[in-house]
């Protein structure tokens, strides 16, 4: 099974693809596919943090009691 790559990995990624983009040494073909790339890159980059911040708790206090609940968009 394959790890899912991690946000920070995801960055490095897509940065090296804007890098490889900005030099201007691609041909047209090679731009294209480039950004599609990226742009795939750029998608799992908000998927993962949308997956993140559907797990993050939120602290509610109730009554001078501080309980934990998971965060449910909805």
Excluded: H, P, W, Y
């Excluded at 908000?46 to 968009?73: H, Y």
């Amino acid at each position: 099974m394959e790890k899912e790559a991690n946000f920070e990995d995801t960055i490095k990624q897509l940065e090296i693809i804007a890098n490889e983009l900005e030099k201007g040494d691609l041909n047209l073909d090679e731009s294209v596919s480039k950004f599609e790339e990226g742009m795939k890159l750029s998608k799992k980059c908000s998927q993962i943090l949308e997956n993140a911040e559907k797990r993050i708790s939120i602290l509610i206090k109730k009554e001078d009691e501080v309980t934990e609940e998971d965060f449910n968009v909805e």
